[in-house]
């Protein structure tokens, strides 16, 4: 009986395991392979130089700029993304009917096409836009696309409004979750509102909030079609994201090799960076004892 | 037994529609993965550029050839832009399906395949000394030659990039036609300002900002190939940059800046629209502004010249930047496909009719040295009149270098230099000599 099981089981699980040979195991073999060599894909010979690729990009300033920018994006992204989605979440869960439909309103921009709301932000931001004309009229003339720190905005905003939809949805069904009688006994107790979100929802949410955290700072690792569309990585560097820089090394400077070594990099800065946020999460969730 | 091999057949089914789904939807025939030769007919693919008036020219001239060599099929289509047209004859060679030949090649690109020895020199193809003589085009593919002394890529358009002007506002400053020195137009600059303040600009383009390779071709390359007489800047893998030349176009942009003649921000359409009085146009521009912006005509509200120059240089022998795109046939065709790849080229170019064909569907004027002498294409030049400036300053366009690492250098030229004088963030003799700097070390 055991012996037969175990057959299904492997049976059940190998379209899995079949797939993440094909489609992970190979590429990452492949992908280490090309980093070690300074092959553009199309020469007929290559040579295999070690790690020499790894060391470039390490010296260089544009992965630098890649590897600070995600965390950039990150304190940009992560807390309003975090906020809107909660706010979001908290009202349609409050709402007597219709949550449903208000729920794929906000769904909606992240099925949304980047390159089309980053098209239809260029037009915003524009300088001849009325939104630039009007702020020019009261004295402020701002360069929103050729400035650092408002490029990152920018596109810190777009994703914000893109994902705040979907995790609302994931925090909506944590919101659901809870128990009502909690909230009927804090009733009894008389607490305040203020005091039934912070003590009694967002303990209770922790798990979804967990998940919708560890997913947005995910994100800011693999942004690519805002920044392309929008800043190209510029201005100076300030938007270049890891996606960007391996875009560039592969697509345009046709060096298969490096831009292999930067995309390692590039997954090792990401798992490394993950497990930490993970560790943090856990012990915050710990602390005030929510877990 | 049954359930056993039910489990095999399952697995073995998902496998293969796994398999399948990593298929391109390419059918791979012949040694190329692309055409071949079967029962006497050779077949060659054909990649044109993706823009529908190209594939449709090259398709009408596959078909008029095939009627006329039976032995010998033609397949046309456009390359795939997904994500660029170079990452996609990129991967195709990679998987082994590249075409026989296709069009839409830079300079610079051609470079890069020539260096993995991707193409054939078409220099050592029998038809090819032909292929220029009888297009009368010898003047124009000479700086086409690579360092190695070969030539990799047959020009097929060579726009002489030329700027446009607002006549209109031109006329209200007082002016009949666009100044042509660097102190005339920073004077008309402080004409403008003072006229219209922040609702004009001499030069409105967010691309001044942007460091993307390819957009230098289009501001320095046009200042720096008329500063310079036409210098190559980069030969081979040496800089041969002229400092006096250079430095002069980033104390032109300077100044620019200086008078806040120069927007690099992002606006819709700003030269059409008239927030900017001066902008670079290729010919192909021509054919957007009939059907977005009727109201712009030729010699009436816009009018073109060549690069401006330094003061003390003579006007008339301003060079400019020639956005140009050729033809490649690559390695890994058979010796059947490539006689028969420059067979078909050599029988388009053979009748200038083709090209005036080419000329009128396209607005790109053909690689050639007799665009403004033969007949064939006076028709055309006298119905568009915007195109003769063009037509006339083919032979004055420098084309692209010729190194493999374009991108990064043409970036280094933005990000050290251009870009920041353009923000006012260095000096132009500080840009330059970081750029030289920085361009010396990348070329080792």
Known sequence: MDQRNNKMGWLFTSPYLIYSLIFFFGPLIWSFFLSVTDWNLIAPTFNIIGFENFMDALKSPSVHSAFW???????????????????????????????????????????????????????LL???????????????????????????????????????????????????????????????????????????????????????????????????????????????NATNTWQMEIFKQA?????AGYASAVALLASVATFISIFIIRKLLEIWGKRNGWV | MIKKSLGVLLTAALATT??????????????????????????????????????????????????????????VSAIKESPTSEASIQSAIAAKSAPTMSENINRGFGAQLADSK??????????????????????????????????????????????????????????????????????????????????????????????????????????????????????????????????????FV?????????????????????????????????????????????????????????????????????DTKGLVVYASATKEQQAAAIDFIKWVYADAANDAKWFEQTNLPPARDDLTTNDSFKAILDKQPELKPYAENVPNAVPPMDNAKYNDLQTIIGTEAFNKVVKGEISPADGWANMKKAIESALQ
């Open chain 2, 18 to 75: 796994m398999l399948s789904a990593c298929s391109t939807g390419q059918s791979s025939t012949g040694n190329s993965g692309s055409g071949g030769s079967s029962g006497g007919v050779t077949t060659i693919e054909f990649w044109a550029a993706p823009n529908p008036t190209q594939q449709a020219y090259w398709q009408e001239m596959a078909k008029a050839y095939e009627s006329e060599h039976s032995n010998v099929k033609i397949n």
């Open chain 2, 254 to 322: 300077d100044n620019l800046r200086k008078e806040s003649g120069l927007l690099a921000r992002q606006v819709t359409d700003p030269f059409e629209n008239g927030v900017g009085v001066f902008t670079d146009v290729g010919p192909w521009t021509f054919t957007t502004w009939k059907e977005k912006y009727p109201n712009l005509k030729y010699g009436e509200n816009f009018t073109l010249s060549m690069p401006p120059v330094p003061d003390g240089m003579d006007p008339k022998d301003s060079k400019t930047f020639a």
């Open chain 1, 251 to 255: 697509f345009t400077n046709l060096q």
């Open chain 2, 118 to 251: 991707a193409l054939v020199p078409l220099d050592t193809l029998d038809g090819f000394q032909d292929i220029i003589k009888e297009r009368n085009m010898s003047s124009t593919i000479e700086p086409w030659k690579f360092a190695d002394g070969h030539q990799y890529v047959l020009p097929i358009y060579s726009n002489a990039m030329l700027f446009g002007w607002r006549l209109d506002v031109l006329k209200e400053l007082g002016y009949n036609e666009p100044p042509q020195t660097y102190s005339e137009i920073v004077e008309l600059t402080k004409k403008l300002k003072d006229k219209y303040g922040d609702k004009k600009y001499l030069w409105a383009k967010a691309d001044l900002a942007d460091p993307t390779a390819w957009k230098r071709w289009f501001d320095f390359y046009m200042l720096y190939d008329a500063a310079s007489g036409g210098n190559k800047f980069i030969e081979g893998s040496q800089f041969t940059g002229d400092q006096k030349a250079g430095e002069e176009v980033l104390t």
């Open chain 1, 69 to 123: 920018v995600t965390y950039k994006f990150m304190l940009i992204f992560v807390p309003i993304v975090t906020v809107l989605a909660i706010a979001v979440a908290v009202l349609v869960h409050g709402l007597p009917r219709f949550k449903s439909l208000f729920l794929i309103g906000f769904f909606l921009p992240y099925l949304s096409s980047g390159v089309v709301s980053s098209l239809i932000v260029k037009g």
């Open chain 1, 126 to 236: 524009s300088y001849t836009s009325p939104l630039n004309v009007f702020l020019r009229k009261i004295g402020l003339d701002i360069d929103w696309l050729g400035t650092p720190l408002s490029a990152l905005f920018i596109v810190g905003l777009i994703l914000a409004w893109k994902f705040t939809g979907y995790y609302a949805l994931i925090l909506t069904s944590g919101l659901a979750s809870i128990d009502k009688e909690v909230y009927e006994a804090a009733a009894i107790d008389g607490v305040t509102e203020r005091q039934r979100f912070w003590r009694i929802t967002l303990p209770l949410l922790y798990p979804s909030l967990y998940t919708t955290l560890i997913l947005a700072f995910g994100v800011t690792f693999g942004i690519f079609t805002e920044v392309y569309q929008l800043t190209g990585g510029g201005p100076n």
